[in-house]
């Protein structure tokens, strides 16, 4: 009976040490830009990736260096748009342009094109479902975009907002620099809270979450 017993422990512990972990993903929108660099840097110093919505109108071959090493840290590229326009005001032709400019210039300089895709100011149609062939996005944002935010403002959102399976909502354009001084004090909190960092699809394949495109979901948490 004994040895039953422990049999069965060591093949569902695994299950339950898995249920006891709490899994978070960061993310940022507006990039790649000098303040990605900076991002990557904390990242970097912390041990842990992240997941990067990026904007086709700012890639080139210089911030396509950070787009290289943002991979080689363990992140993933993602699309953000190429122009940041209202979706649901384009046509379907606009809305495919909009895409494929942008799917081309990852795939050109990290040799894959992304899966996932941000939608611009969290704006989405019925249509945009039926033409994107991407899982939509979205994540609990603080509205660190908003010029005169302190970074600790940022930290008391992120913090007091955290929970397993949340995707968090941040930006790295150029300039925002207390978003990445917020990251320094928001990484090892979440840390001490026992919060394990994943990128975006990281998150949906620990937790186990189907994601097909043309759904019609736009994921802000992910949980089972």
Not at 17 to 45: H, M, N
Not at 147 to 160: C, D, N, R
Not at 183 to 195: F, H, R, S
Request: hydrophobic letters at 40%; aromatic letters at 8%.
């Amino acid at each position: 009976m004994k040895k039953t017993f422990l049999m069965l422990l060591v093949f569902l512990l695994p299950a339950l040490v898995c249920r006891g972990q709490k899994y978070i993903a960061l993310s940022f929108d507006d990039g790649p830009s000098v303040t990605t660099s900076a991002v990557l840097d904390v990242l970097e110093a912390n041990g842990i990736p992240a997941s990067f919505f990026v904007i086709g109108y700012n890639i080139n071959r210089e911030t396509a260096e950070i787009m290289r090493r943002a991979v080689s840290l363990g992140c993933d590229v993602e699309s953000h748009t190429t122009t940041h326009p209202h979706m649901p005001a384009l046509t379907v032709e606009e809305m495919r342009a909009e895409m494929a400019v942008t799917d081309a210039l990852i795939e050109t300089y990290l040799g894959k094109a992304p899966d996932y895709f941000r939608p611009p100011y969290i704006d989405t149609c019925p249509l945009m479902h039926e033409v994107i062939d991407k899982t939509f996005i979205a994540g609990y944002s603080p509205h660190d975009w908003q010029s005169g935010m302190t970074a600790e403002e940022k930290v008391e959102l992120v913090l007091s907002h955290a929970k397993d399976g949340l995707i968090v909502l941040l930006h790295d354009f150029k300039g925002n620099v207390t978003t990445v001084e917020a990251l320094k004090t928001i990484i090892p909190a979440l840390k001490e809270q026992g919060y394990t960092f994943v990128t975006v699809p990281q998150l949906f394949e620990l937790q186990g979450v189907s994601h097909e495109p043309h759904c019609g979901k736009v994921f802000s948490t992910v949980v089972r």
